[in-house]
């Protein structure tokens, strides 16, 4: 495997490459046995695949890589921050950069080498983009902890792009940006070399492992001065943070930090101390550690009041040339390029009787089909008849586009493509 360092002033302008060497129908009827292309690499495909071209098309956009694109500079304010904050005896960074990783990672990286349950919802294949049953596009950075841990790597961070299913609205797209955090500490660097070690212990000497108590305060109070700091350093000295409680698989204790943004607290990121086991399963010992994740399109969303997820993606000069400046720390003030009235269509339909149907793939199809024309789908109402014990769902479909004018006709269009695909790929009835 390869590793790329990726020094955070270098970062280069790499073009859009889809990756679709053939074509798929958006349910996912592959046979066993077909070869899946995703990032230039082939798969076997399965029952469990339901990757869409429209989520291929993203792959290699490499949106934190891309000269002047918001999230590279986000990204890039992010690494000079931690290679400030840490350094070698020898005055250079501490942390390495990881931003070039595979995107299809194992359920063995994505959940059980973190300790998450094999029966949790996590998993599900409505909520995740499986190659096949081995293998998905990461849904989180964290996938990729434990291979770094095992390659000696104590600190680092991994920079990435990440999938899921999700409901479609203005703050969720189904591939968004991760920065994660991780830094392992001897227990020398636990206690300094001053004191007397003997009394100082990073494990419980009784019962299974876990971590003495001195050493959660050291790593906490170590984790939130770095992640304070780091909120400081974007959104400025007076910005108001409160920490909550957290709770993920494979951290303990975890916390999320709240920033205060337009009279809201809004969730900024999740961390927490690495719990043991996690580290066993990269056969990493006598070392204690913390780790975090963030979503680089939230704090791009906050720093620069970008209204709306989808801009990300657009290749319009009215937005990207929002952000062409070579200090990374420019203060932005986003204008929206332009406002326009939504078209908005409904589309009711009766489920099949097989109870097959999965919202998750109708939000696939609407966004395979109308692409970035959607700005939101959610159900407005379903029922169920009384005598027949048949179901209906109705959906509201909001077009527009961020750019400009669409007309009735062309949203028609679009509609009642969506409307037939619906039709023949999961088998519904179009009311
Ligand atoms: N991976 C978590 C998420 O995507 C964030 C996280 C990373 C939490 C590291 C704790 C430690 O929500």
């Not at 046995?33 to 291929?56: A, E, F």
């Not at 956009?61 to 350094?87: A, E, F, T, W």
């Not at 339909?349 to 692409?371: H, K, N, Q, T």
Request: aromatic share 10%; hydrophobic share 35%.
């Amino acid at each position: 495997m390869v590793v790329v360092t990726r020094n955070f002033h270098l970062a280069k302008l790499i073009p859009s490459l889809s990756h679709t060497s053939r074509h798929f129908s958006v349910k996912s009827t592959y046979h066993p046995g077909d070869q899946v292309t995703v990032g230039g690499r082939q798969y076997p495909s399965d029952h469990m695949t339901n990757i869409t071209p429209h989520i291929l098309s993203h792959m290699g956009r490499n949106l934190h890589l891309q000269q002047y694109h918001p999230l590279c500079h986000i990204s890039d304010r992010i690494v000079k921050y931690m290679y400030g904050r840490y350094l070698t005896p020898r005055g250079s960074p501490l942390f390495s950069v990881h931003s070039q990783l595979h995107p299809v990672v194992t359920t063995q990286q994505n959940f059980d080498s973190l300790l998450i349950p094999k029966d949790h919802v996590s998993r599900k294949k409505s909520d995740n983009f499986y190659v096949n049953k081995e293998q998905l596009l990461r849904a989180h950075t964290s996938a990729h902890q434990c291979e770094l841990m095992r390659m000696g790597l104590d600190n680092f961070l991994v920079i990435g792009d990440v999938y899921r299913r999700d409901e479609i609205d203005s703050s969720h797209y189904p591939v968004f940006h991760q920065v994660e955090g991780v830094r392992l500490l001897t227990k020398s660097d636990v206690y300094g070399k001053q004191q007397d070690m003997k009394e100082y212990e990073l494990f419980t000497p009784e019962g299974p492992p876990t971590h003495h108590p001195h050493v959660i305060n050291i790593l906490k109070a170590d984790l939130k001065d770095c992640l304070q700091g780091l909120a400081t350093t974007l959104f400025g000295r007076d910005v108001e943070m409160r920490w909550v409680d957290a709770y993920f698989p494979f951290t303990h204790p975890s916390w999320e930090l709240e920033v205060k943004l337009n009279d809201q607290w809004i969730e900024m990121l999740g961390c927490g101390i690495i719990q043991h086991q996690v580290l066993l399963n990269a056969d990493v010992e006598e070392r204690v550690g913390w780790a975090f994740g963030l979503g680089l399109e939230r704090w791009a969303m906050k720093l620069y009041q970008i209204p709306d997820i989808r801009v990300f993606w657009s290749t319009d000069p009215g937005f990207l040339s929002q952000f062409v400046f070579d200090d990374p720390a420019t203060n932005v003030n986003f204008k929206v390029v332009s406002k326009h009235t939504p078209c908005i269509n409904d589309i009711s339909f009766w489920l099949p009787s097989d109870s097959s149907y999965e919202a998750a793939d109708f939000y696939d199809i609407v966004r395979s089909i109308g692409g970035n024309l959607v700005e939101q789908v959610y159900l407005v109402d379903q029922f169920t008849h009384p005598h027949t014990g048949r179901t209906s769902h109705c959906y509201r479909i909001v077009y527009r586009h961020m750019d400009r004018i669409l007309t009735q006709e062309e949203v028609n269009r679009v509609h009642s493509r969506i409307e037939q695909e619906t039709t023949t790929a999961l088998g519904v009835t179009v009311r």
